[in-house]
């Protein structure tokens, strides 16, 4: 996801960082977001996170959120820049 330049992604440095990663796809509404990966069948969550004196400070609407863990594979996180990269697309030609 670092690597796409589309994708903001929040918190702190990966070093230091869990499974959980918060990200805006450019200005596409999360909510729009999780719509489209949900039909590429990619559950993330869009929303507030119960973080909205955070979003608030950050000028944010909401945020997207994906969650890793041991039984997520390589091909499920390739699946997910693939959704990403079409949701960017439709959205922005």
């Known amino acids: 996801l670092q690597s ?3 994708v903001t ?10 499974g959980v ?5 450019a200005d596409i ?5 999780a719509t489209v990966l949900d039909q590429e069948g990619i559950a993330i969550r869009a929303g507030h996170h119960c973080a909205q004196p955070l979003h ?3 000028g944010l ?8 863990y041991l039984y997520n594979t390589v091909e499920e996180i ?12 439709l ?3």
Do not use: C, N
Request: glycine share 6%; aromatic share 12%; no cysteine.
């Open 21 to 25: 990663i918060s990200f805006r796809l």
């Open 56 to 58: 608030k400070k950050l």
């Open 61 to 68: 609407v909401a945020t997207a959120r994906a969650s890793f």
């Open 4 to 6: 796409m330049p589309e």
């Open 91 to 93: 959205f922005k030609g």
């Open 78 to 89: 390739d699946r997910l820049v693939v959704a990403l990269q079409k949701t960017w697309k």
């Open 29 to 33: 509404h999360p909510h729009d977001v």
């Open 9 to 18: 992604i929040y918190g702190p440095p990966p070093a230091f960082r869990g």
